[in-house]
């Protein structure tokens, strides 16, 4: 895989989220990514309503209704967190065009996506490995269903996944640290 950011100019914002489908590294990368650039770090999973997080853990997957009251909630603490602290790095599934489209209205700023791409295989070798996360790894199918990859219009920085979570931190961090900030 070659990653997508090489063709493409994006531009920094102050809220970055790391997004992708369940067992990319969300989590591992944005706090990793946050410790590195000394700017906070928000799990969007500690935003999911208690009927969410169960769902998920008998294996059903969310539908429309689930994630929109989660997505406002994600949107409206990160625009808060970048008015009083500056730059914020998120982890967000944000699948859909629509609900990145959503994140930005309800936050009210620019977002920089660094979508963390993997094929299934990789990813599912990965989920069979991870026990201690709600999100069973039978749901990974429906993930990749609803996934719509972020398009160059999106202010996305496309990061392979398939090398050690140290290479994929370094590489972010070295296009994050040579790119502007949004106007």
């Avoid at 429309?64 to 982890?91: H, Q, S």
């Avoid at 700023?109 to 094929?119: C, D, M, T």
Wanted: proline share 5%; hydrophobic share 40%; net charge negative.
């Amino acid at each position: 895989m070659s990653d997508l950011n090489s063709k493409i100019h994006f531009k920094l914002a102050r809220l970055v989220v790391v997004m992708g489908v369940s067992g990319c590294g969300k989590s591992t990368v944005g706090a990793a990514l946050s410790e590195r650039m000394g700017k906070p770090f928000i799990d969007a999973d500690d935003f999911h309503p208690q009927i969410n997080l169960a769902k998920m853990s008998s294996g059903i997957p969310l539908g429309n209704d689930d994630r929109w009251p989660w997505l406002e909630r994600v949107g409206k603490v990160l625009g808060e967190y970048c008015r009083f602290e500056g730059m914020v790095i998120c982890a967000c599934s944000a699948l859909r065009r629509e609900y990145r489209e959503y994140l930005k209205k309800v936050a009210n700023e620019p977002i920089l996506f660094v979508y963390l791409n993997g094929s299934a295989e990789l990813i599912s070798r990965r989920l069979c490995v991870r026990s201690d996360h709600f999100m069973p790894s039978e749901l990974l199918e429906s993930q990749f269903a609803i996934l719509q990859p972020p398009s160059i219009e999106e202010n996305v920085l496309s990061i392979d996944i398939d090398r050690p979570v140290s290479k994929v931190i370094d590489h972010i961090y070295e296009q994050i640290s040579f790119s502007k900030y949004t106007d």
